[in-house]
Each structure stands twice: as structure tokens, then as C-alpha cells.
């Protein structure tokens, strides 16, 4: 039977958790894979996930628990460290627990990532449920992104990994920062699936519009070496077009077709646009420059220290070797 890692993130979901173990194992029957899940519990408190579900559902498995709450994308960066120690995987498949994420489209990613020349099978929205308002925000957010970094970046989390891409990407440190981007960044051979976005299991999103923003922003920071060198591009634009500006305003001086004053006032507006946009490729020089001391065998090991327990579970056939 083929051998396939689970990797999910679990934040105060309990119930949505079970639920999933269930369908996984509704799956795993169907499709002959032998699944095994790695849940991140991400610092619960009140409803944090138990081994007792994987157990339960007749899965083998096992729930990292986390020291702290460290976040959605480090959570499933500590899932992929810990799934490359595993030996005799297939593939690594990175889902939410939440519901959204279907267990019935694992078997076409699975399909997609063991064709030749394909690395990572990518879960792309075939139809989307959100609301007029963020399909508005998100077309603006891909516009400014492409214009930023020069990249695309069309799909989410969903993804299937081959070995290859599951030991690329659990060695780099850009994939605590955003996953998807981090794949983009690994320049690893991609196939998009189309896929229909799930319904929650139960409970509501605890995604709102500002986290919205920040896990855009995140996926910018991936590619902060391409923003630097653009905005440094601008930057000499800019001072292409102060020089111009100048060399203009004093030339109509000498021609006498301004008015008093109107020289200084034009000089000081582009000297000031000119060193704003200095300064702000300054900050974002040091910005970026910032956590960047890991090679790829020390990012596992760090990822890994944030496990302050693991609780395995074993399906009842396992177990009873």
C-alpha cells in the first residue's frame, strides 16, 4: 500500500479534526493508500486535537504538540520537517483540518504529483465562495503582487508533495514564512489541479481581513531579494526623472517662462519623492535582511524544537503487530 504523509495544521478545532479523520479514513479505504497524519496542534487550549481520533478512525498517526502558537504557515513548516524523518513516503499531502480542504480531492492531487515531471500538485480553485467584496481585494492583491515580485501566485496550502519537494521545502527557512510562496521560490515543477472549495465542518473562520492582509504580505516577503532589485530599478528611474525634472525647471527659468519661486518649489518636490523612495528601499533592505542565518539542516532541527510533545497513535490493525 502507498505510504502518504497527512500534514495539518489544528488550532482550537477539535471537533473539525475528527471529523476529518474520519473522511481520511473514508479515503485511505477507497483509494488503497496507507495515510498517516501529522497533526500540528498550534498552542490549543480549549479544544486541542487527540490522538484518540486518529486511533478511532483506524488511522496511524501522530499530533506535534507545539510549545506556543506560532502560526498557520510555521505550523505546517514543523509538519514537513517532521514528515521528511519519515522513511518509505510516497508523497506528503498538506491540507487545513477545517473542512475546507476535501479529503476527496486528495486522490487527483496524489494522481497529478506522481506523473512525470511534476514535483507538487497544487489544489487551484475551480469555484470560489467568497464574497464580492474579497474576490474585489484579492484581484487587487494578485495585480500588486505580480507588480512587486514579478511572480504569480494562484493557489493556497492544498498540495500534494513528492519526496523531492517535501525535502526541498521542509529545508527552507521561506517556508515558515508562506508556503505556497516558498514553493514558487524552490522553482519546483508544479501541476495545478482544479478543485471546489469544501464546506467547514463545524465553527466559523478564524481568518479575518487583517490576517488576510498580513498572510498577503508574508508571501511578498518571500520574494524580498526581487522586490529590492526593483525598487532599486525605480529608484535609479526616479533619479533619472529628478535630473530631467531639474535640468527642465532651470532651463524655463533661464527662458523666462516661469514665475518667482516656482524653480525651488519644483526642485524641492522631486528631491523629497526621490529620497523618500531612497529611504524606503533602505528600511526595506534591513527589513528583509532580518532571520536569514539558517542552512537548510539546521531549519529541520529548528522546526522541530518547538515540539514540546508527541503523542503517536496507531490503527488498530498496527497495533495489534
Same mark, same amino acid.
Given at each position: 500500500?502507498?505510504?502518504?504523509? %497527512?500534514?495539518?495544521?489544528?488550532?482550537?478545532?477539535?471537533?473539525? @479534526?475528527?471529523?476529518?479523520?474520519?473522511?481520511?479514513?473514508?479515503?485511505?479505504?477507497?483509494?488503497?493508500?496507507?495515510?498517516?497524519?501529522?497533526?500540528?496542534?498550534?498552542?490549543?487550549?480549549?479544544?486541542?486535537?487527540?490522538?484518540?481520533?486518529?486511533?478511532?478512525?483506524?488511522?496511524?498517526?501522530?499530533?506535534?504538540?507545539?510549545?506556543?502558537?506560532?502560526?498557520?504557515?510555521?505550523?505546517?513548516? %514543523?509538519?514537513?520537517?517532521?514528515?521528511?524523518?519519515?522513511?518509505?513516503?510516497?508523497?506528503?499531502?498538506?491540507?487545513?483540518?477545517?473542512?475546507?480542504?476535501?479529503?476527496?480531492?486528495?486522490?487527483?492531487?496524489?494522481?497529478?504529483?506522481?506523473?512525470?515531471?511534476?514535483?507538487?500538485?497544487?489544489?487551484?480553485?475551480?469555484?470560489?465562495?467568497?464574497?464580492?467584496?474579497?474576490?474585489?481585494?484579492?484581484?487587487?492583491?494578485?495585480?500588486?503582487?505580480?507588480?512587486?515580485?514579478?511572480?504569480?501566485?494562484?493557489?493556497?496550502?492544498?498540495?500534494?508533495? +513528492?519526496?523531492?519537494?517535501?525535502?526541498?521545502?521542509?529545508?527552507?527557512?521561506?517556508?515558515?514564512?508562506?508556503?505556497?510562496?516558498?514553493?514558487?521560490?524552490?522553482?519546483?515543477?508544479?501541476?495545478? $489541479?482544479?478543485?471546489?472549495?469544501?464546506?467547514?465542518?463545524?465553527?466559523?473562520?478564524?481568518?479575518?481581513?487583517?490576517?488576510?492582509?498580513?498572510?498577503?504580505?508574508?508571501? $511578498?516577503? $518571500?520574494? +524580498?531579494?526581487?522586490?529590492?532589485?526593483?525598487?532599486?530599478?525605480?529608484?535609479?528611474?526616479?533619479?533619472?526623472?529628478?535630473?530631467?525634472?531639474?535640468?527642465?525647471?532651470?532651463?524655463?527659468?533661464?527662458?523666462?517662462?516661469?514665475?518667482?519661486?516656482?524653480?525651488?518649489?519644483?526642485?524641492?518636490?522631486?528631491?523629497?519623492?526621490?529620497?523618500?523612495?531612497?529611504? @524606503?528601499?533602505?528600511?526595506?533592505? %534591513?527589513?528583509?535582511?532580518?532571520?536569514?542565518?539558517?542552512?537548510?539542516?539546521?531549519?529541520?532541527?529548528?522546526?522541530?524544537?518547538?515540539?514540546?510533545?508527541?503523542?503517536?497513535?496507531?490503527?488498530?490493525?498496527?497495533?495489534?503487530?
Amino acid at each position: 500500500m502507498t505510504r502518504v504523509a %497527512i500534514v495539518t495544521p489544528v488550532y482550537e478545532d477539535q471537533e473539525s @479534526f475528527t471529523e476529518l479523520c474520519q473522511r481520511l479514513a473514508d479515503m485511505a479505504r477507497q483509494s488503497g493508500a496507507r495515510f498517516h497524519v501529522i497533526a500540528v496542534d498550534d498552542g490549543s487550549l480549549n479544544s486541542p486535537p487527540q490522538a484518540s481520533a486518529i486511533s478511532g478512525a483506524g488511522l496511524s498517526g501522530e499530533i506535534l504538540r507545539l510549545a506556543r502558537n506560532v502560526g498557520h504557515q510555521a505550523a505546517i513548516a %514543523i509538519g514537513l520537517a517532521r514528515a521528511a524523518a519519515l522513511p518509505d513516503l510516497a508523497a506528503c499531502v498538506v491540507m487545513d483540518s477545517d473542512g475546507e480542504d476535501t479529503p476527496e480531492s486528495i486522490p487527483g492531487l496524489l494522481a497529478a504529483v506522481a506523473a512525470p515531471g511534476a514535483d507538487v500538485a497544487a489544489a487551484e480553485r475551480a469555484r470560489r465562495s467568497e464574497t464580492l467584496t474579497f474576490r474585489a481585494f484579492y484581484q487587487v492583491y494578485k495585480r500588486l503582487f505580480k507588480l512587486l515580485t514579478g511572480q504569480t501566485l494562484r493557489f493556497g496550502n492544498f498540495m500534494a508533495l +513528492s519526496p523531492v519537494a517535501l525535502e526541498r521545502l521542509s529545508g527552507m527557512h521561506e517556508t515558515f514564512t508562506h508556503v505556497a510562496a516558498a514553493v514558487v521560490k524552490a522553482k519546483l515543477r508544479r501541476a495545478d $489541479v482544479p478543485t471546489d472549495r469544501g464546506v467547514r465542518y463545524f465553527g466559523k473562520s478564524k481568518m479575518n481581513f487583517p490576517s488576510l492582509v498580513l498572510h498577503g504580505m508574508r508571501a $511578498v516577503m $518571500v520574494f +524580498s531579494d526581487l522586490v529590492l532589485t526593483r525598487m532599486a530599478l525605480a529608484l535609479v528611474a526616479m533619479a533619472a526623472l529628478v535630473v530631467a525634472v531639474v535640468i527642465g525647471a532651470v532651463a524655463m527659468r533661464f527662458m523666462g517662462m516661469t514665475t518667482p519661486g516656482w524653480v525651488t518649489i519644483v526642485t524641492g518636490f522631486a528631491l523629497s519623492l526621490f529620497l523618500q523612495t531612497g529611504l @524606503f528601499t533602505m528600511i526595506t533592505l %534591513i527589513v528583509s535582511s532580518l532571520g536569514r542565518v539558517d542552512t537548510p539542516p539546521r531549519v529541520r532541527e529548528r522546526a522541530l524544537e518547538y515540539v514540546a510533545r508527541t503523542e503517536r497513535a496507531e490503527a488498530p490493525a498496527l497495533a495489534s503487530v
